[in-house]
């Protein structure tokens, strides 16, 4: 049936979907509610989806080259409208995890790519000091912030999340995320990293999105997308993920898979010896 959309668009609530009751077309908060403050500087208020897990898994990159990021990592629950209320609001007009407010510098920081950025300036790290290594990571981390909607909200949302399954949407974006795959399997060619030899914050974002696709930990759809094909990137997503610092970074703010996998709120390093081990 061919879907002619009125002249004027409105909200239609019930229109389905796995997260259609926490989508809205207007902003701000919905309830007054202070965010809760730890004792760190870094304060951080996620959940471990993809776009989380990039940050968290920096912060414990930081931590295990033993630099000062201690931070408590606070849960929010989307499903239940924690994004929504105020004080969230105040660190993130926009309602998405993951925010990050820096206590010892009264600074508010949010959208994902722009935290791993302000970490990476903050300590040094993660991100080169010469301006072509520095280019080439910025590079693949903007890369990756215009990509993953097209693999999130494009592909994963109309393959494993839609109501129905169309036709048209999934090729669209099926087609899309195979271009994607394929762009960073030629740039794995030559680089064991994306910005080259060193690890950076570029691979820090990119892991959680197309790592996790490789490795057929999201959408279940790594046989219909053939990801065994993607060598490189196979191969890349394999060294990434076994880095200790990384399997304790996509634990934290975890509420659902094995026990093993999951850590609520992380609040000290200590956090992670009460996890059931796998």
Request: avoid cysteine.
């Amino acid at each position: 049936m061919t879907y002619t959309p009125p002249k004027v668009w409105t909200w239609d609530s019930e229109s389905g979907g796995k997260f259609a009751s926490i989508n809205r077309p207007i902003a701000g908060p919905t309830h007054d509610k202070d965010l809760p403050v730890g004792k760190h500087p870094l304060q951080l208020h996620s959940l471990a989806t993809p776009n989380g897990v990039k940050v968290t898994v920096m912060l414990e990159e930081l931590l295990a080259k033993g630099y000062g990021a201690d931070y408590d990592a606070w849960f929010i629950d989307i499903n239940e409208g924690d994004q929504f209320s105020s004080g969230f609001v105040d660190v993130n007009p926009n309602s998405k995890i993951p925010a990050l407010f820096d206590k010892s510098t009264g600074v508010r920081v949010f959208e994902s790519g722009a935290i791993l950025l302000y970490l990476a300036e903050k300590f040094r790290a993660f991100l080169p000091r010469d301006i072509e290594g520095r280019t080439e990571t910025l590079n693949w981390l903007f890369w990756l912030q215009g990509a993953a909607p097209y693999l999130g909200g494009g592909f994963g949302h109309f393959y494993a999340y839609a109501p129905e399954k169309f036709e048209y949407p999934i090729n669209r974006f099926a087609m899309e995320v195979k271009r994607q795959l394929d762009v960073l399997n030629q740039q794995l060619e030559d680089n064991r990293y994306l910005a080259g030899d060193e690890y950076t914050i570029a691979d820090m974002a990119t892991a959680p999105w197309y790592g996790a696709l490789v490795k057929g930990l999201v959408y279940d759809a790594a046989e219909f997308l053939d990801v065994e094909s993607y060598e490189n990137v196979n191969r890349w997503a394999n060294d990434v993920y076994a880095r200790p610092a990384f399997q304790r970074g996509k634990m934290v703010n975890r509420a659902w898979g094995e026990p093993h996998e999951q850590l609520r709120e992380r609040h000290d390093a200590s956090d992670f010896d009460g996890v059931p081990k796998g």
